[in-house]
């Protein structure tokens, strides 16, 4: 008891310590702090919100519209045997690998929240679903950092196959799945809906059930993008903050230091502390000629699988009342940090470097940045809706496999 008012009042000492500090730099700062602030609010309106808006009514349309449990007699057998989870929670791992942070987070917490998946599948599919998207590995990393398109398509498919690996290792976490394929346990009633049953068999919802899913799917999808990009204007600021005060150099240089006693690179260690509080600062800073191509790219895996805390604190806002531990996620990604990492050390020194293509990709990658809301915006549902197609083809594919195989079974 003693003990636990020691932690609590300590870290209460801290807080306030690190919102005085924080003050101060506000006030000594003003002009480099609202220039960081406006660099966040560009990033979102232009990257952010184009990007993950269409995604987040996707995930939550399919979770309201019934196709996950269409996709569940389809991906039951690769979901089941592989992860431990039910075949409706296949949408959590497919947007998850395309829609990129944290798209795939928000689609397992809907799943949850809809009592398509038990709390212990809903904690395993955190440590694996929610990953980068393919556009910014490509795109950003491979053909903007690194000038080769094929370096990116490696840094891609190892991403994919950490996320994979992770997988299979928390398939035996929590309790194991029932005889007949369903969760251990009842799955949760839907949060803020106590009288409805826990779970409702698949169907085809109404003319009017069907807008108002799609009503709710984009409110709720328009309120997350707002939360998130309140999150990556702050961690933006409070990066400049740490380099204008000289903390991030100090330490850098006591991460270094640990760096080099496991004989890498010390002079990474600045990039490598910028990734782990937000990666896009992180996986840029890698641009230029410092360090080897092997080192640069297996740094940019490792800030790939951890994702940053700026995405950790979006997660975490998702969460909510939902009772899904943070733990549990936040191992999931310092392990996919650690084996994108091997495996990138290990694949990279094979990978062809073609910088003709490489060049020609990152002469274009400013102009991609520098798209206005409307041409992302238009670009980013298009890609989406291509999603939305694929699913619905799904579901309807499953339907009719499925009334085969009750007709044959007569």
């Known amino acids: 008891m003693k003990f636990s008012s020691f932690r609590q009042k300590a ?24 220039a960081s602030a406006r ?47 039910g075949g409706p929670c296949a949408p959590a791992l497919i947007l998850g690998l395309i829609g990129g942070y944290p798209v795939g987070a928000r689609t397992v917490i809907n799943l949850y929240t809809s009592g398509k998946c038990s709390k212990a599948e809903a904690e395993r599919l955190l440590a694996f679903c929610n990953n980068s998207g ?17 370096l990116g398509v490696a840094l891609y498919l190892i991403h994919m196959a950490a996320s994979l690996l992770v997988g299979l290792v928390f398939r035996g976490y929590g309790p194991s799945r029932g005889p007949l394929g369903g969760p ?26 069907k807008i108002a899913a799609f009503v709710t799917s984009v409110s ?48 990474l260690a600045p990039k490598l502390l910028t990734g782990l509080v937000e990666l896009t600062g992180g996986v840029w800073s890698l ?3 410092a360090g080897t191509m092997t080192a640069r790219a297996t740094l940019a895996a490792f800030m790939l699988g951890w994702a940053g805390l700026s995405v950790h604190c979006q997660v975490i806002s998702f969460l909510g009342e939902t009772g899904l531990k943070v733990r ?19 694949v990279i020194p094979f990978v062809p470097v073609k910088t003709t293509v490489g060049t020609f990709l990152s002469d274009r990658i400013g102009a991609l940045a520098a798209m206005d809301f409307s041409a992302a915006l238009r670009a980013s549902v298009l890609f989406a809706a291509a999603a939305v197609g694929i699913f619905l083809l799904s579901g309807f594919l499953c339907e009719k496999i499925s009334g085969k195989k009750r007709g044959g079974g007569v």
């Not at 801290?14 to 609202?34: D, F, N, Q, R, S």
């Not at 997350?224 to 204008?244: A, D, K, N, P, Y």
């Not at 999931?332 to 940090?337: E, V, Y």
């Open 287 to 289: 641009r230029g000629e």
């Open 134 to 150: 393919p556009a910014f590995i490509l795109g950003v990393v491979g053909a903007g950092i690194f000038e080769s398109s094929s």
């Open 328 to 346: 549990t996620y936040l191992l999931g990604k310092l392990l996919h940090a650690l084996l994108s990492a091997g495996l990138a050390a290990v």
């Open 11 to 34: 870290f209460d000492t801290l807080a306030v310590l690190g919102l005085l500090a924080v003050t101060a730099g506000l006030v000594l700062y003003p002009k480099e702090m609202v």
């Open 220 to 267: 709720s999808a328009f309120t997350g993008c707002l939360g998130i990009c309140g999150f990556v204007i702050f961690f933006t600021v409070l990066l400049r903050l740490l380099l204008l005060s000289g903390v991030m150099d100090r330490l850098s240089l006591v991460l270094g230091g640990l760096l080099e006693l496991f004989g890498l690179d010390g002079t």
């Open 39 to 85: 660099e966040g609010v560009e990033m979102c309106f232009n990257v952010l919100i184009p990007s993950l808006f269409p995604f987040f009514v996707v995930s939550n349309l399919t979770v309201s519209l019934g196709l996950a449990d269409r996709l569940g007699s389809l991906m039951s057998p690769v979901m089941e045997p592989l992860f431990n989870v």
């Open 184 to 209: 251990s346990g009842p799955p949760p009633a839907p949060l803020g809906r106590p009288s409805d049953p826990p779970h409702t068999p698949a169907g085809t919802p109404s003319g009017r059930g």
